[in-house]
């Protein structure tokens, strides 16, 4: 090695340096993502859960935890257009069993919201549990939030999902015209009010604003079956297709990712994924997620 | 308490029950809705069947009380009629000055026949002027969403004083709302019309007591007419000369002298009230008539004469206001629709989204009140059925829910001066999102773009795939475009329903049926 191979080694090493100790770090920091799958929902929805670290993890006793399904549609549950209420109802089991003081279900609907908490079957499969509030959304808890973001600057969100301790997002994997699909980043608009339509013109932007305000601390995505087409409500059994898949991360952009590829499809083609992960918001790059299967 | 009175009582209770009762409150189906009462009044159903001029069995409980107003005479006004029993309960706290003489005489005649005479050409207005219509048209439009305002302003306020802590409450307010309240406030035109009328009728207690039923109700004249002959009589027919009690116990007829079989309710406060026990009321067919039979020939002809006077005039209607002249689902024809429908406004009361509204001017002079549907202002929701449920003549069909989705309204049209991605060529497609055929009567495709920012970019530029589209209006009802929306649903002569898609045939979700025992 003369002077000047060395000098050249030498600089590259130290350029390369940094990038990696990051790859180093990351390695060890990958987002977990769990994905289970059976036949018999609440207890693969348990067993995500617990290889997350168990709902415990979360919920600290005495807290009040939000669980936000997809149930924005007047559809059977067959249809794949809500979150599927045996999933539903086992977190907020769940939740209830570590210790949570109050479990708050609910959606601002895109149908009438009587028959959406209806027909969604989540109304039903919650009725009669104890300190579990399924509610109709009150436009009155809409509290208007500076986001700074920067495509919203600010807008209303609803009160509940802002004050609760833990907000646990339990999207429908989903099909949908605008952003291809609809999962974990997209589920938080059931927590806007106002003309939600509007952000359909810069929706990618505008959802990493709203997720970089209300953070998910757990995201768990209900792909028992999912809608492959003529989303995000679909009306034709064609279009579903039965998975007996849900999916946990902490970690909101790594569980929309790994989901993305239950369609055939790559982070990288959901504009939504990927504001989110420039963002920061999360990881998408599936080769530094971890996924493990349970 | 006399039984008349119970009755009464009886059935306003059936009645309010009966009102509230007409909303989605967590069934597809309603079982007992308020349009009992439409169903067995004989007035909607002579319309009916002159106007329409056919049968249909929903007017068989009609028919029924027909009969037993031949049979009895008019006791519906005075055991039954809920706008009768409001007047009984609030008249004793009018001061009573003088009978208006103009009301007295043939004037109510001159109200029914020519209503009668204009249905036979083709103009229903029964219901303009029925007493349960009126009664039930000032609840829906006015009273009732007032009632629901009051109840949610005070329940903002509530929140707005307190925050979180209103939640200890939540349970009363709970129970008010879901059984009681309507779920969404919703203003309606004419509703201050609606009211007036209703407030005359009222009002006009301070001449004397029901002065709406003897000397106007179209309903209660056409009962007066049935039941004049009816072999159930008060015995004795006329005044005792040693007492005359009755002038004063009567609320309707005895006034002039004798008892006016047409005006006579049968409350029985005569046969309760007499200090001799002289009254009875029981079959007897030797009772002589001693007023004239028919309201004269000159107002029967004059009349009927006058019903066609007004049938033909009202059928004007500018033909720019066709364009908007979107009715409930199932509505397949115009002039059958305005033959059938009794402007009742129960549809408009059930109707989920809030989506009809009463006509003022929009369908003609004929068409005042009969229901429209405003997109903008609420949509048709994909598998609700209750409008044709309530509908007490099926001027609304009633239609398993898989054939009135398809069904059509109208068909959507995209205004491209106003839709985002043609007039500012940037994505939305939130009308495509929230169209409910499985298969997409809105559709989009991809086009690059030079933005007018001059960025290329890929836009989705929506669609409408005409054949599938049944107007439903949640499109213009969602579109995020301020005031006029991007895309509108406009009426089509042509309301054949939409064919069924041949991969889903048969397998539409049943809504509610979701086949998982989710317990």
Same mark, same amino acid.
Request: positive net charge; hydrophobic residues 45%; aromatic residues 8%.
């Given at each position: 090695m003369d002077r000047r191979e060395f000098i050249k080694s030498a600089g590259a090493f130290t350029l390369m340096t940094p990038i990696l100790f990051k790859e180093a770090l990351a390695a060890m920091d990958q987002p977990l993502v769990v994905v289970a799958e059976g036949r018999d929902y609440p207890v693969i929805t348990r067993r995500a859960i617990n290889a997350v670290g168990g709902m415990k993890r979360f919920v600290k006793r005495g807290d009040v935890v939000v669980v936000k399904p +997809?149930?924005?549609?007047? @559809?059977?549950?067959?249809? $794949?257009?809500?979150?599927?209420p045996l999933v539903v109802r086992t977190v907020v089991e769940e939740c209830l069993s570590a210790g949570a003081r109050k479990v708050k279900v609910f959606d601002n609907t895109c149908n009438d919201a009587r028959r959406c908490y209806v027909n969604s079957g989540i109304e039903n499969a919650l009725e009669?549990?104890?300190?579990?509030e399924c509610k109709h959304i009150e436009t009155e808890r809409f509290k208007k939030v500076a986001? +700074?973001?920067?495509?919203?600057k600010e807008w209303e969100l609803y009160d509940e999902a802002l004050s609760a301790n833990v907000y646990i997002n339990v999207p429908i994997a989903k099909h949908h015209g605008l952003s291809k699909l609809t999962l974990g980043l997209k589920n938080?608009?059931?927590v806007m009010g106002g003309n @939600?339509?509007?952000?359909?013109?810069?929706i990618d932007v505008a959802l990493a604003d709203i997720n970089s305000h209300l953070k998910s601390h757990l995201t768990l995505i209900d792909a028992t079956r999912i809608l492959t $087409?003529?989303?995000?409500?679909?009306? +034709?059994? $064609?279009?579903v297709k039965v998975l007996n898949k849900v999916i946990a991360s902490t970690d909101i952009v790594a569980a929309d990712a790994f989901a993305t590829t239950l369609f055939g499809?790559?982070?990288?083609?959901i504009p939504v994924t990927v504001s989110a992960y420039k963002r920061g918001l999360?990881?998408?790059n599936l080769d530094r997620i971890k996924v493990v299967r349970v | 308490m006399t039984s008349a009175r119970i009755s009464q009582l009886l059935f306003l209770v059936i009645f309010i029950f009966l009102f509230v009762m007409t909303?989605?409150? /967590?069934?597809?189906?309603?079982?007992?809705?308020?349009n009992s009462f439409f169903r067995a009044d004989p007035l909607v159903l002579l319309s009916y069947l002159f106007a329409a001029k056919e049968w249909t069995w929903l007017l068989l409980p009609a028919v029924l009380m027909t009969l037993a107003t031949f049979l009895l005479g008019r006791f519906f006004c005075g055991w039954i009629c809920p706008l009768g029993t409001i007047l009984d309960l609030i008249t004793p706290t009018i001061r009573k000055s003088v009978p208006i003489r103009?009301?007295? &005489? *043939?004037t109510k005649y001159w109200l029914l026949i020519p209503i009668l005479s204009a249905s036979l050409f083709n103009? *229903?207005? =029964?219901?303009?002027? %029925?007493p349960i219509a009126i009664l039930l048209r000032g609840l829906t439009f006015l009273l009732y969403p007032l009632l629901g305002m009051t109840a949610r302003e005070g329940w903002v306020g509530l929140y707005r004083l307190i925050g979180e802590r209103r939640d200890t409450v939540a349970p009363a307010y709970n129970l008010l709302r879901d059984?009681?309240?309507?779920?969404r406030d919703t203003m309606y035109p004419l509703a201050f019309l609606s009211a007036i009328i209703l407030l005359v009728v009222i009002l006009l207690e301070r001449y004397e007591t029901r002065n709406w039923c003897r000397n106007l109700c179209p309903l209660g004249t056409l009962m007066g007419l049935l039941g004049?002959? =009816?072999?159930?009589?008060?015995?004795?027919?006329g005044l005792c000369g040693d007492c005359g009690q009755c002038r004063e116990l009567c609320?309707?007829?005895? %006034?002039? &002298? &004798?008892?006016n079989k047409e005006e006579?309710?049968?409350?029985?406060e005569c046969e309760h009230g007499c200090p001799n026990a002289r009254i009875s009321f029981r079959p007897s067919f030797r009772v002589k008539y001693q007023l004239p039979l028919i309201p004269g020939r000159r107002v029967l002809l004059g009349g009927i004469a006058s019903g066609l006077l007004l049938a033909v005039p009202a059928r004007?209607? =500018?033909?720019?206001? %066709? =364009?908007?002249?979107l009715r409930p689902p /199932?509505?397949?024809d115009e002039d059958n629709f305005l033959k059938k429908?009794?402007?009742?406004g129960e549809c408009m009361k059930v109707c989920l989204k809030n989506a009809l509204y009463p006509s003022a001017w929009q369908a003609g002079v004929e068409g005042i009140y009969t229901p429209l549907l405003i997109p903008r202002l609420g949509y048709c929701e994909f598998n609700c059925t209750l409008c044709g449920q309530v509908c007490p003549t099926g001027a609304i069909p009633n239609l398993p829910v898989f054939k009135k989705r398809r069904e059509v309204i109208g068909k959507a049209v995209f205004d491209k001066n106003h839709c985002l991605p043609f007039a500012k060529r940037i994505d939305c497609i939130v009308c495509e999102e929230h169209c409910p055929i499985p298969d997409k009567a809105i559709r989009s495709r991809e086009l690059k773009l030079t933005g007018f920012d001059g960025v290329v970019r890929t836009v989705k530029e929506p669609y409408v795939m005409?054949?599938?589209?049944? &107007?439903? /209006?949640i499109c213009e009802f969602v579109c995020?475009?301020?005031?006029?929306?991007g895309i509108e649903v406009f009426a089509v002569k042509n309301r054949a329903p939409i064919a069924e898609p041949a991969a889903t045939a048969g397998t539409l979700d049943v809504s509610g049926q979701t086949g998982y025992d989710v317990r």
């Amino acid at each position: 090695m003369d002077r000047r191979e060395f000098i050249k080694s030498a600089g590259a090493f130290t350029l390369m340096t940094p990038i990696l100790f990051k790859e180093a770090l990351a390695a060890m920091d990958q987002p977990l993502v769990v994905v289970a799958e059976g036949r018999d929902y609440p207890v693969i929805t348990r067993r995500a859960i617990n290889a997350v670290g168990g709902m415990k993890r979360f919920v600290k006793r005495g807290d009040v935890v939000v669980v936000k399904p +997809n149930m924005g549609w007047d @559809r059977s549950v067959e249809l $794949a257009a809500n979150t599927h209420p045996l999933v539903v109802r086992t977190v907020v089991e769940e939740c209830l069993s570590a210790g949570a003081r109050k479990v708050k279900v609910f959606d601002n609907t895109c149908n009438d919201a009587r028959r959406c908490y209806v027909n969604s079957g989540i109304e039903n499969a919650l009725e009669g549990m104890k300190n579990v509030e399924c509610k109709h959304i009150e436009t009155e808890r809409f509290k208007k939030v500076a986001l +700074n973001g920067q495509f919203l600057k600010e807008w209303e969100l609803y009160d509940e999902a802002l004050s609760a301790n833990v907000y646990i997002n339990v999207p429908i994997a989903k099909h949908h015209g605008l952003s291809k699909l609809t999962l974990g980043l997209k589920n938080v608009m059931g927590v806007m009010g106002g003309n @939600r339509g509007f952000i359909h013109r810069n929706i990618d932007v505008a959802l990493a604003d709203i997720n970089s305000h209300l953070k998910s601390h757990l995201t768990l995505i209900d792909a028992t079956r999912i809608l492959t $087409a003529h989303g995000p409500q679909g009306g +034709n059994i $064609a279009d579903v297709k039965v998975l007996n898949k849900v999916i946990a991360s902490t970690d909101i952009v790594a569980a929309d990712a790994f989901a993305t590829t239950l369609f055939g499809m790559k982070p990288a083609d959901i504009p939504v994924t990927v504001s989110a992960y420039k963002r920061g918001l999360g990881e998408m790059n599936l080769d530094r997620i971890k996924v493990v299967r349970v | 308490m006399t039984s008349a009175r119970i009755s009464q009582l009886l059935f306003l209770v059936i009645f309010i029950f009966l009102f509230v009762m007409t909303e989605y409150r /967590g069934h597809d189906e309603i079982n007992a809705a308020v349009n009992s009462f439409f169903r067995a009044d004989p007035l909607v159903l002579l319309s009916y069947l002159f106007a329409a001029k056919e049968w249909t069995w929903l007017l068989l409980p009609a028919v029924l009380m027909t009969l037993a107003t031949f049979l009895l005479g008019r006791f519906f006004c005075g055991w039954i009629c809920p706008l009768g029993t409001i007047l009984d309960l609030i008249t004793p706290t009018i001061r009573k000055s003088v009978p208006i003489r103009m009301l007295k &005489g *043939n004037t109510k005649y001159w109200l029914l026949i020519p209503i009668l005479s204009a249905s036979l050409f083709n103009l *229903n207005l =029964s219901g303009l002027l %029925d007493p349960i219509a009126i009664l039930l048209r000032g609840l829906t439009f006015l009273l009732y969403p007032l009632l629901g305002m009051t109840a949610r302003e005070g329940w903002v306020g509530l929140y707005r004083l307190i925050g979180e802590r209103r939640d200890t409450v939540a349970p009363a307010y709970n129970l008010l709302r879901d059984n009681l309240l309507p779920f969404r406030d919703t203003m309606y035109p004419l509703a201050f019309l609606s009211a007036i009328i209703l407030l005359v009728v009222i009002l006009l207690e301070r001449y004397e007591t029901r002065n709406w039923c003897r000397n106007l109700c179209p309903l209660g004249t056409l009962m007066g007419l049935l039941g004049r002959f =009816s072999p159930f009589n008060r015995v004795p027919l006329g005044l005792c000369g040693d007492c005359g009690q009755c002038r004063e116990l009567c609320p309707t007829t005895f %006034d002039q &002298g &004798g008892l006016n079989k047409e005006e006579c309710i049968l409350c029985m406060e005569c046969e309760h009230g007499c200090p001799n026990a002289r009254i009875s009321f029981r079959p007897s067919f030797r009772v002589k008539y001693q007023l004239p039979l028919i309201p004269g020939r000159r107002v029967l002809l004059g009349g009927i004469a006058s019903g066609l006077l007004l049938a033909v005039p009202a059928r004007f209607r =500018s033909p720019e206001k %066709d =364009s908007r002249l979107l009715r409930p689902p /199932g509505v397949r024809d115009e002039d059958n629709f305005l033959k059938k429908c009794v402007r009742c406004g129960e549809c408009m009361k059930v109707c989920l989204k809030n989506a009809l509204y009463p006509s003022a001017w929009q369908a003609g002079v004929e068409g005042i009140y009969t229901p429209l549907l405003i997109p903008r202002l609420g949509y048709c929701e994909f598998n609700c059925t209750l409008c044709g449920q309530v509908c007490p003549t099926g001027a609304i069909p009633n239609l398993p829910v898989f054939k009135k989705r398809r069904e059509v309204i109208g068909k959507a049209v995209f205004d491209k001066n106003h839709c985002l991605p043609f007039a500012k060529r940037i994505d939305c497609i939130v009308c495509e999102e929230h169209c409910p055929i499985p298969d997409k009567a809105i559709r989009s495709r991809e086009l690059k773009l030079t933005g007018f920012d001059g960025v290329v970019r890929t836009v989705k530029e929506p669609y409408v795939m005409e054949e599938i589209c049944n &107007g439903c /209006g949640i499109c213009e009802f969602v579109c995020p475009v301020e005031t006029k929306a991007g895309i509108e649903v406009f009426a089509v002569k042509n309301r054949a329903p939409i064919a069924e898609p041949a991969a889903t045939a048969g397998t539409l979700d049943v809504s509610g049926q979701t086949g998982y025992d989710v317990r």
